[in-house]
């Protein structure tokens, strides 16, 4: 199984979702700060252009 | 002389706390292996994987089985007599795989400032089923936004196949003239064999300033302490039993939980409950969510959020896509087994 992420907003809250290789869900805040979300940037980044879903292998 | 005397007396010609014997003194968190949030074993897929807390294992290549697992002193075993460790940790790979550039088991330190210009020394016992090299080093980290990262040079020991204590000096660089971003960290990084087989046990880690390697103690010099120290970066509840949730309309069911110690920067929430499903034949009224019972509720649900608000000391649970309840009146979920929600604010 893959790590996935989206991003999502529900109300007022928005952060970015990362489907685990386990099958659990994590709630990535987009802070500058949390590891998690420097690795969504990273990810963002090797995949050359923000996208709204993407995959991590 | 006693103990206390001796303390005293060197206390007071040298101004301050007998270096052995501070808290504090030992940069590593859970440097014994006494906290397990997580799990006591783990079969290692994917990459960064924490373990114990505080400590990750980190590769590349494929093809490798490798399990990290606590194991138990048998009781007057531990390699420092009169220090009766609990528990130790065991690295397997059992079978090598292929393609390995870098295969760590690290430990970050938070701040990059934290030794830089100082030289310290590293000290771990260790112990492995045949004579294999390990290497210990450093990184210093200067954050989202900041410098490159740099590695001071480090030492490749020969482990033996009984509990030896290794120490090395490391000269950490200054951080003169860098920039310092967010997140910023040192690194104490263990390179163990690529491509191989192999079994390796880890104790007694630490990492302190000077060049002497003094007598091992934790960060703290606690129990309760170290779990605190711990818990700043990752906490996590197993099972939990009748969380407090609030239906609060717009299809929300929510709960707060306290966080026992303030969390180093907005964590990232993670939970197993993550699908509906039934179990048995359970009546219209009854439903459960994963392992979890939810009481005398009807409804459908879709997902799950855990996060954490400022100062990151509350940890925040909503479940999407709830009809049918109340407005404002509480719901008590009970736990079966295997579920859990964690915030972790990991380096």
Redesign the interface.
């Known amino acids: 199984m893959t790590i996935t992420y989206s991003e999502i907003t529900i109300g007022e809250l928005s952060f970015i979702q990362r489907t685990n290789e386990d099958g659990s869900i994590s709630t990535i805040p987009a802070d500058p700060a949390n590891s998690d979300y420097q690795a969504y940037l990273a990810t963002l980044a090797a995949n050359s252009a923000p996208q709204a879903n993407s995959t991590e292998s | 002389m006693s103990r206390a005397q001796l303390t005293s007396t060197v206390e007071q010609n040298t101004g301050g706390a007998v270096a052995p014997f501070v808290a504090g003194k030992n940069k590593i968190i859970n440097g014994d292996f006494g906290i397990w949030q997580r799990g006591t074993s783990f079969s290692l ?2 990459s960064n994987i924490y373990t114990a807390d505080r400590w990750f294992v980190n590769y590349d290549g494929s093809g490798a089985t490798r399990t990290v697992s606590q194991q138990t002193f048998t009781p007057g075993s531990a390699p420092v007599a009169g220090y009766e460790s609990a528990y130790f940790f065991r690295l397997a790979t059992t079978v090598a795989g292929s393609g390995q550039t870098y295969a760590d088991i690290t430990q970050r330190i938070e701040d990059v400032r934290t030794f830089a210009g100082q030289t310290v020394t590293v000290s771990f016992w260790a112990k492995a089923d045949s004579a294999i090299s390990v290497y210990a080093g450093f990184g210093q980290n200067f ?3 900041g410098s490159s990262t740099v590695y001071p040079s480090g030492t490749t020991f020969t482990l033996s196949t009984s509990w030896t204590r290794y120490t090395t000096q490391i000269a950490v660089p200054s951080v003169t003239g860098k920039t310092i ?3 910023s960290f040192i690194e104490l990084d263990f390179a163990y064999p690529k491509n191989a087989t192999f079994t390796l046990d880890l104790w007694g880690v630490q990492v302190e300033a000077g060049s002497v390697a003094t007598p091992f103690t934790t960060a703290s010099g606690t129990f309760q302490g170290e779990l605190a120290l711990c818990q700043r970066y990752y906490y996590q509840i197993n099972t939990p039993t009748n969380l407090p949730f609030t239906f609060q309309g ?1 299809a929300t069911m929510f709960a707060s939980v306290p966080l026992p110690v303030t969390m ?9 409950i ?1 699908s509906f499903t039934t179990s048995g034949s359970p009546s219209a009224t009854q439903i459960y969510l994963n392992a979890y019972y939810v009481g005398n509720l009807s409804g459908t649900y879709s ?6 608000t400022l100062p990151y000391n509350v940890g925040n649970i ?1 479940l ?1 896509s709830w009809s049918g309840y109340t407005t404002g009146l509480p719901y008590l979920i009970g736990s079966g087994s295997s579920v859990y929600v964690a915030w ?4």
Do not use: K
């Not at chain 2, 180093?264 to 197993?272: L, S, V």
């Not at chain 2, 997902?303 to 954490?308: I, M, R």
């Not at chain 2, 972790?344 to 380096?347: G, V």
């Open positions: 897929t994917g954050g989202s936004g971003g967010t997140g717009n180093r920067t907005a964590p990232t929430g993670t939970t197993n993550n997902s799950a959020t855990v996060y954490s909503q999407y972790s604010a990991e380096l």
